[in-house]
Structure formats: C-alpha cells, structure tokens
C-alpha cells in the first residue's frame, strides 16, 4: 500500500528519497511528500496530492538545500481525502519533527480527543498526524528520537510502521513496524529504509527484515534494532537476490507486458533446485520433519484475490496426488467464522507480497490453534514467511504492475510442487507418476513462450473489442479458477463488468445474462483429461452461440470438437490436463492489459487499487 523510504549517508537525500519512492510507484497511491534535513540545518518538508511528477514539479520549482538525511513517503487514502495538507509527512514538536505511516492507528479517535484538550491543533483529517504529534510531544520530554518513538507505539492499536526525523539529530532516522513491512538496507557510510527492498536495490542488496513490534535506529555508520520495551535485538542479515535493473521496464511499453513475458523465466526459477531425477523435493521443508506431514490430515489454503484463484487451481492437483481433503478460503473470511483447524492441519498462505494484512492475521490465528503453516510468496524478508512455520519462496523476481501475471503462474508452480513433495512423503503416488508429473512441470515454461509468442492475435481481438461493456467468461475443473481470474484481470485493467462462472452452473441462472454479441470466453478441458468434461463444456458453447453470443474458446492443440460453435479459438499446446492452466491464463491476461491499452488506460497502476493490501 503506502510506501516508505528513509535515508541517512553521504548522498542528496533527496534523490535517493526520490529514487525510493519512485521505484515503489507500484504499490499504488494517490499524494507523495518528503521530509528533509537541509544543509542550513532545518528540517523541511514538501508534500501534494497526485502522482510523484506532482511532487518533483514542486520541488523543481521550489528546490530544497538538502542534506544527507531524509524521509519519503507515498500515501494510499485511508483517513482523509487525497489532499495536500492529509499528504505525509506530518509534523510535531512545533514542526521540528517529521513522521510517515504506513497502516492505521485503530484507536486514533481516543487519542486525538487527548491531545486536543492537551492544546494540540490539527492540520488534517488522519490518523497519522496524531502519531507525529504525540512522538513530538514525548520527544520534548525525553529529547531522545527512539525513546519517544517506543513510548508512543505502546499506546498505539492496529497496524502501522512509522519514520520519524527530529532537526535535533540530524544524521539519524528512527522507525517502528507492527504488522506492517520494514526493510533496512545496509550500505557503506549510508544506511537505508524502506517498505520493500526496492526502495533501495539501486544501492545496496544487504538487507534486514524488521521483525515485528520492533524498532529501528539508523545512522550513516550503525543500525540498531531493538524490541518495543526496549531490548535490543540481533537481526540476521539476507541478500536480495534480484538487481536494481530487474524492476525496471527494460524497453517494454508497460510492466505488465513485461512482466507477463518473464512468464517462462519465472516459472523456471520457481522449479529450479527442486525437481531432480524424476522428482520433487523442497529443501525449504526439511525442518518440518516427515513425520509432521506424514500426519496431515488436511490441507486449508488462504489467500486474496488472485493468490486465492491460484490455490483454487492447486486444489485440484493436492487433492488427485496427496489424497488429503483441501479447502481454500478468502483470508478475510477465515479467522472470523471459527474455523475448525488443529494440529493435523496444514494451512498453506499464498500471498506474492507477504504482506497482505488479512493473510498474515489468518496465519497468526492458525498457528494460535496448533496448525503447522506455510507461505507461498515472492519477497524475501517478508512477515507472512517469518511468521510461518516454513516458506517456499517463487522467485519469480519483482512484480511492479498491480495486476498480478508472473505471480499467479509461479503460486500455481510453488503450490504444485508443495503437492509432490507431499506426495512423495506420503506414497500416494508412485514413483513413475511423480516423474511423469515432473516431466509436464518441466515443459511448461516452454509451453508458455509459445503462447506468450502469439500475444499479436489476442491483441488484434481485444482492440476489435474497445467498446465492450460486458464480458463473461466460462470454466470447468481447473479451468473454472482461470475464468475467475480472466474475469478478474478484466476488471482490474479495463474497469468493465465481467464475470467469471463454473461452466456447470450456466442453465442455473447466468444463462439469462446470454444475449447477441455478448463476448465470452470459455476454457475447454482437455478431453484427454476428460472426454465427459469436455463434452459437457461443448454442449455450454452451442447454448451460448444458439443465443447469439460471441464465443472465444481457449482449446487444446487439436481439439477439432469447438471449431464449428466457437466464434474465435485461441490454441494452447498439448500438455497434461492439470498443467493446462498455466497456458489457460496467458491469453486472458493479455486480453484485459490490451483491451485496457485500447480504452487508453493506465495498465501498471489501475485506479483504486494497491499492489500490497497491508491494511485489513
């Protein structure tokens, strides 16, 4: 959601800063501002409404004699309108303080009625600046930035991380996280924060994840990290495994388009090290211990979103080769129903960020009732793998655009192997089918490249289509979830109604939605997975077309069944039936990001929405 970049070293702060924020545009927002230490030794901040080129025109305009410490900030409204004066950073300390926020303060409302009868007057509708103006308050008192910043989190509820300058201390930045992301990136004579290690790749690859309910202070020379009451703590150092050029458009038109063509790449990745002769083995899952598995009983995964389509199609596979029940279920459903989990339970979180608040709170609480947890995700030194009992990261390399693409094809990959691996613990499947499984898996990363190749074809369909109002897409078994999320993708990028249905459940009402010209896709089973499927999905075609619908198949090479009823056929190669989402989803993600290009749309920031929903 919001993002946060902090800065103290040798270099303009403002650039860095600058740099920070703008590397983490993808997380999406709607005001940016900094606070800077300037080189007269005033600390001076700069903040408006809009995209990032708002803020640097200002600054352009009304240039800052900066310093070599400073704070950056993109806001996502939560508390207040998107206007210049609720933009961060807010003041305290009679405006010697500045402070930045990520998350919400829960009990905002109790103490901003302290403080307004304390005298305190307020400049905007948030919750943050109740934060700047209490750390300013007990700053006045304790005339130490940390020890202010710690006193203040103890009255705080929610979710948040804070940064905090003071002109005071001019060569320092202080932060706090509480289910919120920091990362502090270490350099040499210059030290670095932010919400993701994008922030500061350009700079630097060592990095520090800040565990939770701690604080953070840094200095050009030191890094201190220390627990909530104070305490300090020892943090493991990690590298990032990705440069400062992997999240840049490198030539592409937009990230998406690239990002959908790193596809192979990063399914490979995903693959790599843990398919050897014939099988599957996740090193990552080795402290677990076999046993443990051996006594799962049932598997529930939770997620949001397109991770939760992802886990809707792993369902499928994990149920065939593990031959354990398995649910999925929305993270935000799932704590507050009572859930029936216990020690014989796996919860499994997919989430490409490891920060989605209502996964992350949805694993806290299965782990609170003795089930074993773990994370599909694609950033290193994220919570969600820090607070499970084991993670199997994608490494599927930055995903800047919003809509995710390269993500859900690796989360499907991640979740697939979790389900090999299993199988091959258990002995539920011998050791000639793993290996032809790994065989497909292995292939697949081709298999998209072709599809991927032939994007010119669904790019001609979608600009044909610009004036579409109403698209619907159709699905059985595993192609049931891709038509949620062609469905999905279309409603993200191109802001028009589509609806994603089980193919089964067309006569029991969405039939009356039928009407002529209406466009929809349909993804065809193999019927070499299932002739009586496939049937049934051609029988879905002839009733749609009877009623003057356009229908857009997505077939197998060689399925000759759709072509007299299917309007458009857009081919995916021969592959085995639960691989075939992998190339089931391509086309209609470069149907919804061309059709929104068409309509003349921002296909990597779509309105609304935030690449990291860290906020429940």
């Known amino acids: 959601m919001c993002g946060i970049v902090g800065y103290v070293g040798h270099r303009s702060s403002i650039d860095v800063v600058l740099g920070g924020l703008r590397r983490l545009e993808y997380r999406g927002y709607d005001s940016a501002g900094v606070a800077v230490m300037c080189g007269d030794g005033v600390l001076r901040t700069s903040k408006k409404a809009g995209k990032l080129g708002v803020l640097e025109a200002e600054l352009a305009a009304h240039p800052l004699s900066v ?62 600046e109740v934060a700047a103006l209490m750390v300013g308050r007990l700053y006045h008192e304790t005339g130490d930035l940390r020890e202010a910043l710690r006193r203040c989190v103890a009255r705080f509820e929610g979710a948040y991380t804070f940064l905090a300058v003071h002109e005071a201390e001019p060569g320092r930045v202080v932060g706090a996280r509480r289910n919120s992301p920091l990362v502090v990136g270490l350099g040499d004579g210059e030290n670095f924060l932010g919400s993701d290690v994008a922030a500061f790749v350009e700079y630097t690859q060592r ?9 953070v202070d840094i200095t050009a020379t030191s890094v201190t990290v220390s627990d909530f009451d104070g305490r300090e703590v020892v943090a493991e150092p990690f590298r990032v495994a990705w440069e400062a050029g992997a999240a840049d458009k490198g030539g592409w038109s937009s990230f998406m388009r690239k990002e959908v063509s790193e596809q192979p790449v990063a399914v490979a990745n995903t693959l790599l090290g843990r398919v050897n002769d014939g099988d599957v083995a996740i090193p990552e899952l080795t402290a677990l211990g076999d046993d443990l598995l051996r006594g799962i009983h049932r598997i529930v995964i939770i997620a949001c979103g397109t ?47 490891g920060e989605t608040m209502d996964t992350l709170m949805a694993v806290k609480h299965a782990r609170a009732q003795g089930a074993t947890t ?92 610009a004036d579409t109002r109403s698209v619907l897409f159709l699905g059985r078994h595993v192609g049931y979830p891709i038509a949620l999320e062609g469905a999905l993708k279309l409603k993200e990028l191109a802001y028009i109604h589509a609806e994603g249905f ?30 009586v499927l496939h049937s049934k ?33 857009l081919r995916i190669p021969l592959a085995d039936p639960l691989c075939e989402p992998f190339m089931q989803v391509v086309p209609l993600q470069i149907f919804a990001l061309e059709l929104a290009h068409a309509k003349g749309l921002d296909v990597d920031q779509p309105r609304n929405l935030a690449k990291s929903v860290t906020v429940e």
């Open 67 to 128: 310093g070599g410490t400073g704070i950056g900030h993109t806001r996502w409204a939560t508390h207040g309108g998107p206007t210049d004066a609720n933009a961060h950073p807010h003041l305290g300390d009679q405006g010697r303080l500045a402070l930045i926020h990520n998350g919400i303060i829960e009990n905002f409302a109790e103490l901003r009625a302290e403080l307004v009868a304390a005298g305190d007057t307020f400049t905007s509708e948030t919750d943050t």
């Open 307 to 353: 991770a939760a389509y992802a886990g809707m199609v792993a369902k499928y596979a994990l149920e065939s080769w593990v031959r354990v029940p398995v649910e999925v279920e929305l993270s935000h459903e799932f704590r507050y129903r009572s859930p029936v989990i216990n020690a014989d339970t796996l919860v499994v979180s997919v989430s490409q960020s």
């Open 207 to 215: 990095a520090i994840a800040l565990g939770q309910d701690q604080i």
């Open 374 to 465: 773990i994370s599909v995700c694609n950033t290193q030194g994220a919570t969600i793998p820090r607070e499970s009992d084991a993670a199997i990261y994608t490494h599927a390399g930055p995903e800047v655009a919003v809509a995710s693409t390269k993500g859900f094809v690796t989360q499907i990959a991640a979740l697939y192997l979790l389900g090999l691996h299993l199988a091959r613990v258990r002995g539920t499947l011998s050791s000639s089918e793993r290996e032809h499984l790994t065989v497909e898996l292995l292939a697949v990363p081709d298999k998209i490249a072709v599809v991927t190749s032939e994007a010119e074809r669904v790019a001609q369909l979608a600009r044909w289509m």
């Open 502 to 531: 089980a193919a089964g459940e067309l006569k029991h009402g969405p039939i009356a939605l039928i009407e002529p010209g209406l466009p929809v896709f349909v993804v065809v089973p193999s019927p070499r997975g299932s002739s």
């Open 537 to 569: 999905v051609v029988s879905n075609i002839q009733e749609i077309r009877a009623r003057g619908a356009r229908v857009i198949a997505i077939a197998e090479a060689g399925d000759a069944a759709v072509l007299p009823y299917a309007d458009e056929v």
